[in-house]
């Protein structure tokens, strides 16, 4: 809060406290003025009524001294004394008199004859005035009384008596009514705007009896006069009936005059202390602008200027001199300084825009040079306007500031711009290399997969379809029996064959034509569709042709075959994607079929796909639901013909088709990668019910469980194998011939090793039917190999299938590894597999696959042993 905030405050205080004061005081006066009135009107009005009060006493007196000389006076005598003494005095309401203190005559004698023969000595309260009266020998007022007629009135006793020496004969008594009295050219007539009271004092000289008026009266501050009568003191009181209080009509015009007086001296002094404030604020702003603004000068080297036009010189502050390399004392003008220290080629051009600007009187702004005492040129910028001071001079008022950074920094900015744009053209030649590496294969050139995706995504393909049909179609072209190549001559005769097939499909392509490599073998054409199937199919022709053609690869002729799947997009396949798709379908169907010949998608595939695509959506619901079950084959061994081991196969209870084999829906779950979770189920399961087995005693040595490629590679396999808790020998990993080594490469190896290390077996399941060599025995070492039951079936009528049997067991046997045939359906199969020297049976003779309770059951049994027998 500022000073002057705390004397506007105090000022307002005062003035505050002045208007209360001012209003009291005026009340105040106001209510002594009105006692100082009343006490005179009241001094006038007590005087008169004890002038009457004496009046009425010496009337009463002249009758008593009157009769007194009478004492033999007769009532006819007392009435018309009395009635000339009362007469035109109205407060006398009555007259008695009274021998030896017993009243004998009254006056008027109507309206008070019972008080007749009325003895004083039976009135003890007028006996204390009597005796006074008595002993004074002159006349005494008591009272106050009430009077039977109403109101209340005063007692005047007076002693009757001969002679100055004589007895005393009789009392004279007159009662004077005080209502009359008062009303009487008295106060309650003269001041009616009075509340009146009179009472009699008591011992003490106060107020104690209340003669007229009411009691309250003397509690409300009255003024009091008092009266002094025949030995007796009464005291008269007098309240405004307004009250002593100024009344509203009367106060409100001062107060709304003294409240407007000092509103108008507080909105003054709130006026003055506002602007004072305001001021104060404005100087503090301007201080704190100034103190900016020098500190924005100082910071930033802006030297300012001013120059009086009429007489050309100008006035620099201290950062100008310090700009230009000068003091202020350096004895030379601002002007001098500034033409001296010009650039030698800008002088003549800056003396000439400063004519021009001064004869123009228009704002400007311009760049130019200064050389400074040590040689170093510097680049200024100066900026001015022009305007008229409070005399009328015209002048000219600007700034002046060192650039020379912000030019050298412009200068170097320059030179990275033309390096930055040199580097960005080779930034974008390299990142069109690099977006072209992206897109496309390296060994071949063409496009690849990402590129093949790009150029057809977003949108839909009917969105472009024409009156003639939908504009694509799409060959999916995979290469034969590629790995062999690898295998037998080495990745770089591969990569040969892969470039060569790249040049024939150029070949072959149209102009329009799209070509990609999406795999290792594998190329995608996508090609103009008009609708004709004929020319598809020509054209898959010639893609077998040219890519059947040798490729002479040093001494050796490489030669493979080719297959194709064709499908476009129509009404039913939208998009691209759905296109390439179908495409890779029709591709599989081709190989599946032989290989070296291509396959159109039609409805046929598309069902297939469809129901794939349900079956795929059912594994999942059927994973998600628990809906596989383990079922066991027994494995008997051929020389002491007890189990030795069981093979968990897996059933799916499908909730509308029953309970399927593998056979119709493992090819799905492959195709889809549900293979794999599948697998797990499975090899939980089994793992579980081996170790109940073994806690019930049952007797089976080990258990066999089929693991799929996918499965195979999956690294949470060998997790799934250690939680498993089986010893060593116990659990045996059966995998397919077909897949195992036709599509792994030393991945198969490296997994093996590992499922190995944990104590586990490897068995090769369906031997025979696949292209294992001997070398891949030799390498994966497994501990059993299976005759797949396709071998076996036909050796009890075919001498051919029992030698091909019999040489698999010798081979079997020649590596160490055990043989277990498959198949075996009748006894002479068992008879003769066990002269070719099969290690163990597996097939319906024994027992189909069980569930775990009716293998339990079987193994606790022994039922196969007298089918044996």
């Known amino acids: 809060m500022t000073p002057s905030d705390i004397l506007a405050l105090a000022v307002v205080a005062l003035v505050l406290g002045s208007m209360i004061v001012a209003n009291r005081q005026a009340e105040y006066n106001f209510t002594e003025n009105l006692r100082l009135k009343t006490?005179?009107?009241?001094?006038?009005?007590?005087?008169?009524?004890?002038?009457?009060?004496?009046?009425?006493?010496?009337?009463?007196?002249?009758?008593?001294?009157?009769?007194?000389?009478?004492?033999?006076?007769?009532?006819?005598?007392?009435?018309?004394?009395?009635?000339?003494?009362?007469?035109?005095?109205n407060a006398i309401a009555s007259i008695a008199l009274a021998r030896d203190l017993k009243i004998t005559m009254v006056y008027p004698l109507e309206e008070n004859r019972e008080a007749i023969g009325l003895d004083y000595r039976d009135r003890p309260e007028q006996l204390a005035a009597i005796d006074k009266a008595l002993l004074a020998r002159g006349a005494v007022v008591d009272g106050p009384i009430v009077l039977v007629q109403g109101g209340s009135g005063l007692l005047t006793y007076y002693p009757l008596y001969d002679g100055e020496d004589s007895e005393t004969w009789g009392l004279l008594s007159a009662i004077v009514s005080l209502e009359d009295l008062l009303a009487d050219r008295t106060i309650t007539a003269r001041h009616p705007d009075l509340?009146?009271?009179?009472?009699?004092?008591?011992?003490?000289?106060?107020?104690?009896?209340?003669?007229?008026?009411?009691?309250?009266?003397?509690?409300?501050?009255?003024?009091?006069?008092?009266?002094?009568?025949?030995?007796?003191?009464?005291?008269?009181?007098?309240?405004?009936?307004?009250?002593?209080?100024?009344?509203?009509?009367?106060?409100?015009?001062?107060?709304?005059?003294?409240?407007?007086i000092g509103l108008v001296i507080i909105a003054a002094v709130v006026g003055i202390a506002w602007l004072m404030r305001l001021r104060q604020r404005n100087l503090a702003k301007l201080g704190r602008l100034s103190r900016r603004?020098?500190?924005?000068?100082?910071?930033?080297?802006?030297?300012?200027?001013?120059?009086?036009?009429?007489?050309?010189?100008?006035?620099?502050?201290?950062?100008?001199?310090?700009?230009?390399?000068?003091?202020?004392?350096?004895?030379?003008?601002?002007?001098?300084?500034?033409?001296?220290?010009?650039?030698?080629?800008?002088?003549?051009k800056e003396k000439t825009r400063m004519e021009i600007t001064i004869a123009e009187e228009a704002d400007f702004r311009n760049t130019f040079r200064i050389v400074l005492d040590d040689g170093e040129t510097h680049h200024i910028q100066?900026?001015?306007?022009?305007?008229?001071?409070?005399?009328?001079?015209?002048?000219?008022?600007?700034?002046?500031?060192?650039?020379?950074?912000?030019?050298?920094?412009?200068?170097?900015?320059?030179?990275?711009n033309v390096e930055a744009?040199?580097?960005?053209?080779?930034?974008?030649?390299?990142?069109?290399?690099?977006?072209?590496?992206?897109?496309?294969?390296?060994?071949?050139?063409?496009?690849?997969?990402?590129?093949?995706?790009?150029?057809?995504?977003?949108?839909?393909?009917?969105?472009?379809?024409?009156?003639?049909?939908?504009?694509?179609?799409?060959?999916?072209?995979?290469?034969?029996?590629?790995?062999?190549?690898?295998?037998?001559?080495?990745?770089?005769?591969?990569?040969?064959?892969?470039?060569?097939?790249?040049?024939?499909?150029?070949?072959?392509?149209?102009?329009?034509?799209?070509?990609?490599?999406?795999?290792?073998?594998?190329?995608t054409l996508v090609t103009g569709w008009d609708g004709n199937?004929?020319?598809?199919?020509?054209?898959?022709?010639?893609?077998?042709?040219?890519?059947?053609?040798?490729?002479?690869?040093?001494?050796?002729?490489?030669?493979?075959?080719?297959?194709?799947?064709?499908?476009?997009?129509?009404?039913?396949?939208?998009?691209?994607?759905?296109?390439?798709?179908?495409?890779?379908?029709?591709?599989?169907?081709?190989?599946?079929?032989?290989?070296?010949?291509?396959?159109?998608?039609?409805?046929?595939?598309?069902?297939?796909?469809?129901?794939?695509?349900?079956?795929?959506?059912?594994?999942?619901?059927?994973?998600?639901?628990?809906?596989?079950?383990?079922?066991?084959?027994?494995?008997?061994?051929?020389?002491?013909?007890?189990?030795?081991?069981?093979?968990?196969?897996?059933?799916?209870?499908?909730?509308?088709?029953?309970t399927l084999a593998p056979s119709h829906f493992i090819g799905t779950a492959e195709t889809t990668g549900s293979i794999a979770r599948i697998d797990a189920v499975v090899l939980e399961k089994a793992c579980a019910q081996f170790q109940t087995w073994q806690q019930s005693g049952l007797a089976v040595p080990h258990i066999s469980v089929n693991i799929s490629a996918q499965r195979l590679i999956d690294p949470l396999l060998l997790q799934g194998i250690s939680e498993s808790r089986l010893k060593p020998g116990q659990l045996c990993i059966e995998l397919l011939e077909s897949i195992s080594f036709d599509d792994q490469d030393t991945s198969l190896e490296s997994a093996v090793a590992a499922i190995k290390a944990l104590g586990v077996d490897v068995e090769i399941d369906d031997f025979g039917t696949g292209y294992a060599s001997i070398l891949s025995l030799l390498s994966l070492s497994p501990k059993r190999l299976k005759i797949d039951r396709q071998l076996v079936l036909p050796i009890t009528t075919g001498q051919s299938q029992r030698r091909l049997v019999a040489s698999i067991v010798e081979i079997g046997k020649a590596l160490g590894i055990e043989v277990i045939a498959e198949g075996v359906e009748t006894a002479e199969?068992?008879?003769?597999?066990?002269?070719?020297?099969?290690?163990?049976?597996?097939?319906?003779?024994?027992?189909?696959?069980?569930?775990?309770?009716a293998l339990t059951r079987f193994a606790r049994d022994r039922n196969w042993l007298a089918q044996i027998s």
């Not at 009060?53 to 009463?60: I, K, Q, Y």
């Not at 950062?319 to 001098?336: E, I, N, T, V």
């Not at 700034?399 to 920094?409: K, P, Q, Y």
């Not at 066990?834 to 569930?851: H, I, K, N, T």
């Open 39 to 89: 006490s005179e009107r009241m001094a006038v009005s007590t005087a008169r009524l004890e002038a009457d009060l004496e009046e009425n006493l010496r009337l009463v007196e002249g009758m008593g001294v009157a009769l007194s000389l009478e004492p033999e006076i007769d009532a006819d005598r007392f009435a018309r004394l009395a009635d000339k003494l009362v007469e035109g005095h």
């Open 829 to 853: 199969h068992a008879r003769i597999l066990r002269e070719l020297g099969v290690d163990a049976f597996q097939g319906y003779f024994f027992a189909p696959p069980l569930s775990a309770d």
């Open 382 to 416: 100066v900026f001015g306007t022009f305007f008229t001071d409070p005399d009328g001079k015209a002048r000219m008022i600007g700034v002046n500031w060192d650039i020379t950074e912000d030019v050298r920094l412009h200068e170097k900015l320059k030179g990275a």
């Open 293 to 348: 603004m020098q500190l924005a000068l100082d910071a930033s080297k802006i030297g300012v200027w001013e120059m009086d036009l009429e007489s050309g010189e100008a006035v620099w502050d201290r950062r100008m001199y310090a700009l230009y390399g000068k003091s202020p004392d350096c004895g030379k003008s601002p002007m001098q300084i500034w033409f001296e220290r010009l650039h030698p080629d800008d002088l003549r």
């Open 533 to 658: 199937v004929e020319r598809l199919t020509r054209l898959a022709q010639e893609i077998i042709r040219a890519l059947g053609r040798p490729l002479q690869y040093g001494e050796h002729h490489v030669r493979v075959s080719a297959s194709v799947g064709i499908a476009w997009i129509d009404s039913e396949t939208t998009t691209m994607r759905d296109a390439l798709v179908n495409a890779g379908i029709a591709l599989y169907e081709a190989k599946r079929m032989g290989r070296n010949q291509f396959v159109i998608f039609d409805a046929t595939l598309r069902n297939i796909a469809i129901t794939n695509k349900k079956v795929a959506d059912e594994l999942l619901a059927a994973l998600e639901e628990d809906q596989f079950e383990v079922f066991y084959q027994p494995q008997i061994s051929a020389r002491t013909e007890e189990i030795q081991g069981v093979e968990a196969l897996v059933r799916w209870h499908h909730p509308t088709r029953g």
């Open 421 to 523: 744009r040199q580097k960005n053209a080779a930034l974008e030649k390299a990142q069109k290399v690099l977006r072209h590496n992206a897109l496309h294969d390296a060994l071949t050139g063409l496009a690849n997969r990402r590129y093949l995706g790009e150029a057809f995504a977003g949108g839909k393909a009917s969105e472009a379809i024409g009156p003639d049909g939908p504009p694509y179609a799409v060959l999916h072209v995979d290469l034969d029996r590629f790995k062999e190549i690898n295998d037998t001559l080495g990745h770089a005769a591969g990569d040969a064959m892969l470039r060569h097939s790249a040049n024939m499909l150029r070949s072959i392509a149209g102009a329009h034509d799209f070509l990609a490599r999406v795999g290792g073998d594998e190329f």
């Open 195 to 260: 509340d009146l009271a009179l009472a009699k004092n008591g011992p003490d000289g106060s107020p104690a009896d209340i003669l007229f008026g009411r009691a309250a009266i003397f509690e409300a501050d009255p003024v009091t006069q008092a009266i002094e009568l025949a030995n007796t003191q009464w005291t008269l009181a007098a309240v405004p009936k307004s009250g002593w209080s100024e009344p509203v009509s009367e106060a409100l015009p001062r107060q709304i005059m003294i409240g407007t």
